[in-house]
């Protein structure tokens, strides 16, 4: 089959043949890829900053497919259904996954880095990472539902506890995560304040259903902030970059909430625990989705309160992706068409 192999950290990146997925085990399923998408994860992957992935790896973790196999012992799914799966396969039997925090399962095996992942014609994988998809439903919608959508759900309601009428601030809103964020947000009744450091996509934020949009070019965004909520500042942030969490901290109101999903720059950063501590700000750390919050999302993307915001590649032109995505030369999600 056609892969994309991650043979050495910091190389460029081709499609090549590689052998077939052989073997079913007994709770497995062969899946073809249809779509998959391109997570800033992958880029820090082909860059080692996650030094315990298993080379070569085949990479990928956004995942829309349909099942060609199943094991013997697979019930809920057959042949010709079509799936999404989590970014990951979780054990299924620790603490954290039978009270359906799976998301956090310390034996979870990572697409594209503990395993191989998506950036393939063929995927194998656990009956546990999978859920249906409706026939009406895209592609694209599908394959981010656990990445994208799924865990945005997970961040803003599950972690945040985003309600009705509250202000939220979204960094990195251009990205793949951002746009979605905002109609997400949205979703929730929340009143949104966008920012990015690109101004020519303004409008287009706006007609996402952004609020308020915060033009930063050099990361400083929270006097505009404060002047927006009159010196109160949002009840939530959701930090998809990372950069500097010091101006979300300061765009933040006193008691509220601050939701990290996103670390563009995994290098360490000053923190002032005094404006924490005198603020009562809590920071939430945010992984991914439940499978249960994947299912969630694919309704969201049903029903069209969630659109999908996205570019379309072959897999053939992976090195042109990542490349987009490290230049800025994006808005949304990059997507990989594979069959």
Same mark, same amino acid.
């Given at each position: 089959?056609?892969?994309?192999?991650?043979?050495?950290?910091?190389?460029?990146?081709?499609?090549?043949?590689?052998?077939?997925?052989?073997?079913?085990?007994?709770?497995?399923?062969?899946?073809?890829?249809?779509?998959?998408?391109?997570?800033?994860?992958?880029?820090?992957?082909?860059?080692?900053?996650?030094?315990?992935?298993?080379?070569?790896?085949?990479?990928?973790?956004?995942?829309?497919?349909?099942?060609?196999?199943?094991?013997?012992?697979?019930?809920?799914?057959?042949?010709?259904?079509?799936?999404?799966?989590?970014?990951?396969?979780?054990?299924?039997?620790?603490?954290?996954?039978?009270?359906?925090?799976?998301?956090?399962?310390?034996?979870?095996? %990572?697409?594209?880095?503990?395993?191989?992942?998506?950036?393939?014609?063929?995927?194998?994988?656990?009956?546990?990472?999978?859920?249906?998809?409706?026939?009406?439903?895209?592609?694209?919608?599908?394959?981010?539902?656990?990445?994208?959508?799924?865990?945005?759900?997970?961040?803003?309601?599950?972690?945040?506890?985003?309600?009705?009428?509250?202000?939220?601030?979204?960094?990195?809103?251009?990205?793949?995560?951002?746009?979605?964020?905002?109609?997400?947000?949205?979703?929730?009744?929340?009143?949104?304040?966008?920012?990015?450091?690109?101004?020519?996509?303004?409008?287009?934020?706006?007609?996402?259903?952004?609020?308020?949009?915060?033009?930063?070019?050099?990361?400083?965004?929270?006097?505009?902030?404060?002047?927006?909520?009159?010196?109160?500042?949002?009840?939530?942030?959701?930090?998809?970059?990372?950069?500097?969490?010091?101006?979300?901290?300061?765009?933040?109101? %006193?008691?509220?909430?601050?939701?990290?999903?996103?670390?563009?720059?995994?290098?360490?950063? @000053?923190?002032?625990?005094?404006?924490?501590?005198?603020?009562?700000?809590?920071?939430?750390?945010?992984?991914?989705?439940?499978?249960?919050?994947?299912?969630?999302?694919?309704?969201?993307?049903?029903?069209?309160?969630?659109? @999908?915001?996205?570019?379309?590649?072959?897999?053939?032109?992976?090195?042109?992706?990542?490349?987009?995505?490290?230049?800025?030369?994006?808005?949304?999600?990059?997507?990989?068409?594979?069959?």
């Amino acid at each position: 089959m056609k892969a994309v192999v991650l043979r050495e950290f910091k190389t460029p990146l081709r499609l090549e043949e590689v052998e077939d997925v052989k073997g079913l085990g007994r709770d497995e399923v062969l899946l073809k890829i249809e779509m998959t998408g391109v997570c800033y994860r992958d880029i820090l992957t082909v860059d080692g900053y996650f030094p315990k992935t298993r080379l070569p790896v085949i990479l990928g973790h956004e995942i829309c497919g349909r099942v060609v196999d199943v094991g013997e012992d697979v019930v809920e799914f057959k042949k010709g259904d079509r799936v999404a799966s989590l970014t990951y396969i979780p054990c299924g039997e620790c603490v954290e996954c039978r009270r359906g925090e799976e998301n956090i399962c310390r034996r979870r095996l %990572w697409f594209g880095e503990d395993i191989n992942g998506s950036y393939a014609e063929y995927l194998k994988t656990s009956h546990r990472s999978l859920v249906r998809a409706s026939e009406d439903l895209s592609s694209e919608a599908v394959a981010i539902s656990a990445c994208v959508t799924g865990m945005l759900i997970h961040a803003l309601k599950t972690k945040g506890r985003l309600t009705q009428d509250e202000r939220i601030l979204i960094t990195g809103a251009t990205g793949g995560v951002g746009v979605h964020a905002i109609q997400i947000a949205k979703s929730y009744g929340a009143d949104v304040i966008a920012v990015t450091g690109r101004e020519q996509y303004i409008d287009r934020l706006y007609k996402l259903g952004a609020d308020h949009v915060i033009v930063s070019r050099n990361g400083v965004y929270s006097n505009e902030v404060k002047s927006i909520t009159e010196g109160v500042g949002v009840d939530i942030v959701l930090e998809c970059v990372g950069l500097n969490l010091i101006e979300s901290l300061k765009s933040v109101r %006193w008691g509220g909430r601050i939701i990290q999903v996103g670390n563009i720059k995994p290098e360490p950063i @000053p923190l002032m625990l005094g404006h924490f501590i005198l603020k009562e700000v809590s920071l939430h750390g945010s992984l991914s989705c439940t499978r249960k919050e994947l299912a969630e999302a694919l309704e969201l993307h049903r029903s069209g309160r969630v659109k @999908p915001i996205t570019i379309v590649l072959p897999l053939e032109q992976v090195e042109e992706a990542h490349r987009m995505i490290r230049e800025r030369r994006h808005f949304g999600r990059i997507m990989l068409k594979v069959s």
